[in-house]
Structure formats: C-alpha cells, structure tokens
C-alpha cells in the first residue's frame, strides 16, 4: 500500500524532483540512501504509534519502509508472507486499513469431508474486520502526520547534496 505525493502540488516540490532528474548517477544514489536512512525511521514510527492492535501491527506495520525514488514513496503492508490464517498483507491490506460495512457477510461453499462425500458450508467471512471508515485507520493517518515532514526533508536532502557536489565536498 504505498503512499505517493503528487510532485505537482507544490512549485518547490516539483523543482526538486526536476533538479534530480538533471543530477549525475551518484548524486542521486547519495540522495537516496539518505532519504532511506531517514525517511525510514520517522516513517515505521508514525506507523507503529498509530497501529493499535496485534492484527494492525502484523498485516499493516509490517514491510513499511521508504522506496528512493523520484518522488519517494513511504510503503507499509508490503509483506508477500501469509499469516498463520492465510492472510497475505500485500494483497489484503486495504480490507484491514478501511474496514467492512457488512460484517455479517456470508459465504457459502462446498467442502470435501473425510469420508469422500462433499457438503456445504456457510461461513462469516468478514467478521473479523473493522468497522468501515473512508479516511482509512492506520496507514493514511500516519501519512497525514508524518507526509509533510517527508517531503521537506526529501526536498532539503536534494538541494543540500546539489550543493555539496557544486562546492567540492
């Protein structure tokens, strides 16, 4: 579930991203390891304070991290490894992270039973998930808190390695 800026919302936003277009190769892999090391941190902290339970912090907390980049992106629930019940947090994060308006849902299916016959069997298939909520309840939040913080230092950690290829550093 990654989480992107839009490099066009702010003039000094986007000059940033065209000055690392123009920069040489390893102007720009300096810029990124920086933005890793940094971002990273302040980005899996944001997530984890806002992820309150023990499901929040295994489908949603775990795999977040920074991909350098232009722009950069924050991810969280990048994780490809199933849960113990099968839930695999890259593909089914969005259900944890806006919840379900019918909890009551049902399914119904056939299984094979141990004496080779088959049967139906109805189950609550989303029960288990949070009420919905538009505005999303751990990932956006913490995109909302730490995002702007991202982006600036993003734009500053550009500008301040540009200037230090242009002195001689």
């Known amino acids: 579930m990654p989480v992107q800026p ?3 919302s702010l003039a000094e936003f986007k000059g940033a991203a065209l000055a690392l277009k123009a920069t040489t190769r390893e102007i720009r892999n300096d810029i990124n390891r920086t933005t890793r090391a940094e971002g990273a941190s302040w980005w899996k902290d944001a997530i984890t304070r806002k992820a309150t339970s023990k499901m929040d912090r ?3 907390a ?3 991290r920074m991909q350098p980049g232009n722009p950069a992106r924050a991810i969280a629930a990048s994780s490809r490894r199933p849960l113990e019940d099968g839930l695999v947090p890259d593909t089914d994060a969005r259900a944890w992270e806006f919840g379900t308006t019918e ?4 399914d119904t299916y056939s299984r094979r039973t141990k004496g080779g016959g088959s049967t139906r069997v109805t189950r609550h298939v989303k029960r288990q998930l949070p009420a919905a909520t538009n505005r999303g309840r751990v990932v ?3 995109w909302a808190e730490v995002g702007p913080r991202l982006v600036s230092m993003w734009v500053q950690v550009i500008v301040r390695k540009i ?3 242009l002195e001689g550093k």
Do not use: F, N, R, T
Not at 103 to 106: A, K, L, R
């Open 6 to 8: 839009s490099v066009h």
């Open 103 to 106: 909890p009551q849902h049902q």
């Open 140 to 142: 956006y939040p913490a």
């Open 163 to 165: 200037y230090e290829s």
């Open 58 to 60: 295994l489908v949603l």
């Open 62 to 64: 775990k795999g977040a």
